[in-house]
Every structure is written in C-alpha cells, then in structure tokens.
C-alpha cells in the first residue's frame, strides 16, 4: 500500500507489520546461531547474558530504530539527517556503517542459507538420515567442502531473494512473511514434542537452563550481545528501515515486545529440539556452525516419518532465513534507491551483484580458501565478527545517543504515543532513560573489554 503523503510503500496491516518484522527478527540467528553458539559458549549461563542483553540493549535499542524510522519515513541515511537539528554532524555514517553489515553479514548468511537449501534436496534424496554421527558429519563435510556446489546453491539463493525484492515492498516481504510465519512455529513445536522423547532429554535440557558461571567471560558477553543484536536486526537499519514502513497508528512497544518474545520462543523451541538429541546421539555441544546439521538429520532416523519431517525442518530453516535475509537486503536497496536515485530494480541488481562476489569468500571459506587467515579468524569467522561484534553495537550506541541525546525526550514521547493517542509516557519514560545513560555505556564496555581493549 503506498503512503498517502509520501507516496512510499509501506506495510498494510497491523498483522502485516508484526509478520514482516517478526520474519525479518527470526532467521538462521534463531535455528542455527542461537544454538551454535549456546553449545560453544557453555549453555545457559551464555543463555542468561544474552536475555539481560536483550532486555537492556536490544529492547530499548529496537524502539528507538523503529520510531525514528517512522518518524523519518526514510531509509536510515536520510532519516538520521532529517531528524537531525544540526545537519553538520555526520549521522549518515549509521547509514553506511549500516551498509556495510548488511553486506558482511548477507556474505556469510547467504551461504548458510545455501546448505539449508541444500539440505532441503539431500532431506528428500535421503541420503543424510542417520543416527551415526560420523555418516551425518561426513554429509555436511562433503557439501561444504565442495567449493563448486557451494558457490552454486549460494548464488541461487541470492538470485531468489533478489527476485522475490523485485516484486516490491508489500506484495513480497508482507505477503510471503504472513503465510509461512505460522507454518514455521507448527514445526518446531512438532520438532521439539520429538526431540523430548530421546534418552538423554534431562541433559540437554540441564545444559540450555542451568548456568555455570564459570564459563563466562568478557568474550563470552561480547558474543551474548552480539547475538542480541543479531537476532533481532538491530545495529544496521533495518529495523530503521521497516519502521519507515510502519503504519503511523502502530503500538511500537507493544509490537516491539511481541517480536522480542516470539523471536526467544523460536530460539527456546530450537534449543530445546537440538540439546537433548546432542546428548542423547553423543555429539559435542561445541561443534559450532555444524551444529544443527549434523545433529538433526540424527534426530529424524529415530522417528517414523522422520524423512517427511526432515525435509519440514529445512523448508521452514529457509522460510525463516528468507524472511531475515529480504530484511538485510532492504537496506542497501532502499538506501542506493532512494540516496543514489537508482531504480529499485537497478539498486537491487547492484546489491546482488556485490554480495555474489563477497559471498564468495564465505562459500570458498570452508574448501579452498580453508588456510586463509586473516586476524586469526577465516573469512566467515572474521564477517561474523566484525558485524556482530563491532558494527551492529556501533551502531546500536549510534541509535541510542541519538535519541537519548540528539533527538531529545520530547520528540521521541510524541512519536512513541503515537502523537498523544497512546497514554504510556512511563514506558517512554523508562525506555528513553535506558538508551540516554545505560545501553550506549554498556554497550561499550561489553564492546571494549570483549574485543580485549581494556
Ligand atoms: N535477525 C536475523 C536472524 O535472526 C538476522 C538479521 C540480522 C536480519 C540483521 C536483519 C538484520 O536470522
């Protein structure tokens, strides 16, 4: 539906706006990351960082993006300026900072997608269903090893999501998000009555809930609040961006703590239908990006009608990472469209382009590029850190003093009660004490003692 007095596009519904920036919260962050790095981090003592993260950071982090968005109607550049009393001050770098991790973030993400994609075709082929971890192991090994069929599926999977882009702000994100976001909770939940049923349920479910402090360190923090603002976009502009798109009667806190709450369900639920099948089946909680790969498919050869579900597990993956990944794609389309005067079309061709020959490093990554160092880390390691743990919180303090100190209490209580129509001044009240004094000074002492700087 386009905006009567700006002539943008923006969402339809009410529905519309929580499905769209529910399916943009919950991706791959949720089914692959949230795992992942619970396993490598020690389980629920990580777990209990990232929820404080979330609630001091990313809650009060994501109203503000998604207000100035609406205030602004703009892409992230634009709205920072406009909303910006002294237009000196170089706010467009959250804009490009933003950009920028989109990018880095859409290299590595793209070719993750791609393995679930994969994994969708060897799910019906049947050929990954097995209880032996060195057959399941084996089955993910040999496809990301393979440099040609990994640039491959990534590639179609950038073609996809491009030309699902193409077709236009409502009628893609919102019209594909509203069908298939239902599906997918249907599907963890199923996977998760199945995963409850294994033997070694009590010690899956002790690691993701009971805390060993001791576990916990400066890196494990920076990683907790990475993931915060990993999982709900936060700390590039897209949320800015969707914000723009909002309708002006929207309930933000209100539709900002659904998304919150839905997006930890989403996570809970993959938590709780990958930790005990891990226990039970005797892989290591800390095998990391693997993870999920080799641990489900050994899950489904336990069941009847294991194979059918199989195929349901990773069709819903990609239903999740498709919604995430229009998101991120969003930000540099509508910032080349609406800054650089690109056409949609070109703008979106352009982004695809780029992302091919930057996605490439992530899917060569784990074949010939294995012994590719750089700061230690391999070029997928090194794009998944530099945006989780340095761009997103850079730019989630950006977002923060912003408002708290640019922006001002005033504007951001009219905007957030809707002009008057909404009495939750005490919310705005909290909210806006949060991102002035605690998130930007938390966020940099996570930021800097994570990253070993003092
Ligand atoms: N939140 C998405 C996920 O969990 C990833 C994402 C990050 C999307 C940043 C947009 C911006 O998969």
């Given at each position: ?21 529910l399916g ?13 790095l ?7 003592g990580?777990?209990?960082?990232y ?5 001091a ?11 100035l ?9 634009t ?12 706010w ?15 290299s590595?993400?793209?070719e ?12 019906i082929?049947?050929?990954i ?7 399941t ?6 496809l990301?090893?393979?440099p040609?069929q ?26 594909i998000?509203k ?10 939940l ?6 409850l049923t294994l033997?070694?349920?009590a010690e ?23 993931l915060?603002f990993?999982?709900?976009?936060l ?12 309708r002006?009667?929207?309930n ?6 659904r998304?919150m709450l839905a ?9 709780i239908?990958?930790f ?6 005797g892989?290591a909680?800390s095998?990391?990006p693997?993870?999920?790969f ?5 899950v489904?050869?336990q069941?009847?009608?294991?194979q ?7 069709a819903?993956?990609?239903v999740?990472?498709?919604g ?6 969003e930000v ?8 650089f ?31 590719f160092?750089l700061?230690g ?14 761009l997103?919180?850079?730019?989630g ?8 100190w640019?922006?001002?209490?005033e504007?951001?209580?009219r905007a957030?009660?809707?002009q008057?129509a909404?009495?939750n001044?005490?919310?705005t009240?909290?909210?806006f ?7 930007p ?6 930021m800097?003692?994570g990253l070993?700087?003092f």
């Amino acid at each position: 539906m386009n905006n009567k007095t700006t002539g943008r596009s923006g969402f339809s519904s009410s529905f519309g706006v929580l499905a769209a920036t529910l399916g943009s919260a919950v991706g791959l962050g949720n089914i692959w990351k949230f795992p992942s790095l619970t396993g490598a981090n020690g389980g629920a003592g990580f777990l209990l960082v990232y929820l404080l993260a979330t609630l001091a950071i990313g809650l009060p982090v994501m109203i503000a993006e998604i207000t100035l968005g609406r205030a602004a109607k703009a892409n992230p550049i634009t709205t920072l300026q406009t909303l910006s009393p002294r237009k000196s001050l170089p706010w467009w770098l959250v804009g490009a900072g933003g950009m920028l991790a989109a990018f880095l973030i859409l290299s590595f993400y793209s070719e993750v997608v791609a393995w679930v994609f994969a994994y969708v075709f060897k799910a019906i082929g049947g050929s990954i269903l097995s209880s032996d971890r060195q057959v399941t192991e084996a089955a993910f090994g040999a496809l990301i090893g393979d440099p040609l069929q990994s640039l491959l599926w990534q590639w179609g999977v950038l073609v996809l999501i491009g030309g699902i882009l193409l077709m236009g702000v409502t009628k893609g994100i919102e019209g594909i998000t509203k069908k298939l976001m239902p599906v997918l909770f249907l599907l963890l939940l199923l996977l998760c009555a199945v995963s409850l049923t294994l033997p070694k349920v009590a010690e899956g479910i002790a690691f993701l809930f009971k805390p060993d402090f001791s576990k916990i360190t400066a890196g494990v923090i920076l990683t907790a609040m990475g993931l915060a603002f990993f999982k709900l976009s936060l700390g590039m502009g897209t949320m800015m961006t969707y914000g723009s798109y909002f309708r002006d009667d929207q309930n933000i806190p209100a539709t900002t703590v659904r998304v919150m709450l839905a997006d930890l369900f989403v996570s809970m639920l993959a938590g709780i239908a990958i930790f005990p099948a891990v226990f039970s089946f005797g892989f290591a909680p800390s095998a990391g990006p693997s993870l999920v790969f080799i641990t489900i498919p050994a899950v489904f050869s336990q069941i009847p009608g294991g194979q059918l579900l199989m195929i349901a597990f990773f069709a819903l993956a990609s239903v999740a990472a498709t919604g995430a990944m229009l998101s991120m794609m969003e930000v540099p389309v509508v910032i080349l469209h609406e800054r650089f005067g690109m056409s949609r079309t070109k703008a979106t061709v352009l982004t695809i382009a780029v992302l091919v020959v930057m996605g490439s490093s992530c899917a060569l990554t784990n074949n010939v590029l294995a012994d590719f160092k750089l700061f230690g880390m391999n070029i997928f390691d090194l794009f998944d850190f530099a945006s989780s743990n340095v761009l997103l919180p850079l730019g989630g303090i950006a977002v923060a003093l912003f408002v708290g100190w640019v922006w001002g209490r005033e504007n951001f209580q009219r905007a957030l009660s809707n002009q008057g129509a909404l009495h939750n001044a005490a919310v705005t009240g909290v909210v806006f004490f949060l991102l002035r004094y605690v998130s930007p000074l938390l966020i940099l002492v996570v930021m800097l003692k994570g990253l070993g700087l003092f």
